[in-house]
């Protein structure tokens, strides 16, 4: 199977906030699309600004146990309990808000906790990505998108794409019309196995040769 859809009552969606402003325009429209999510589906929102982290620090390779704050243990349980991951960042220098990127650099420390399994754990399971933006032109926002679905792709994740809404001062993406749109029905978008450009590379080779053999 190549997608994760339709929503089945089994979902159960986690929301990480990383934006530096409460209530900013990104979560104005990651919320918009969480309307559009059946009732019975599970959703749990997360703030890094009221649940922060420190600075992540590799100890994966320095013997000892590896210590856990109560941030982390709740971000980390609430991460293996979904099976939708929502990231909304705003576009920051145009990639991933400093919250977001520190709550993905930890994903490297569980990794290698021995027993919980991350990597087998999270794949099959659906990133998805909501942000808001201040330039017009959607393209300066393709380093996010590489960002996450790389990550997406060597988890062997689900990846949905980034759900991209205009908006810098506070509330303005309630007038973005196209976004609000496309907020509407974000989650049922197809989300196929993300895979890295050179895994599509070579995907694309092999269905050119197998056309030709086809066709010989």
């Known amino acids: 199977m190549t997608n994760h859809s339709p929503l089945s009552a089994d979902r ?4 990480v906030l990383g934006s530096s402003r409460a209530d900013g325009n990104t979560e104005i429209l990651a919320r918009a699309a969480a309307e559009a999510l059946p009732g019975g589906i599970p959703q749990r929102w997360i703030d890094l600004n009221t649940l922060p982290l420190p600075d992540f620090q590799d100890g ?8 856990v704050s109560e941030a982390e243990r709740t971000l980390r349980e609430a991460t293996m309990e979904a099976t939708d991951i929502v990231i909304a960042s705003p576009l920051y220098w145009y990639t991933l ?3 977001t990127k520190r709550y993905l650099d930890y994903w490297s420390g569980w990794l290698g906790v021995p027993g919980l399994d991350f990597k087998q754990r999270m794949a099959g399971r659906t990133l998805w990505a909501v942000a808001a933006m201040a330039d017009d032109d959607e393209a300066v926002a393709d380093g996010m998108a590489t960002t996450l679905n790389n990550t997406a792709a060597y988890l062997r994740m689900r990846f949905g794409g980034v759900l991209l809404g205009n908006g810098s001062r506070p509330g303005q993406v309630r007038g973005d019309e196209r976004a609000l749109i496309r907020a509407k029905t974000y989650f049922e978008s197809a989300t196929p196995r993300a895979r890295f450009p050179h895994e599509k590379q070579t995907g694309l080779a092999e269905r050119a040769a197998e056309t030709v053999g086809a066709t010989a």
Do not use: K
């Open 97 to 99: 808000s400093a919250q």
């Open 60 to 67: 994966r390779h320095e013997e000892g146990d590896w210590p």
């Open 12 to 15: 159960s969606f986690l929301f």
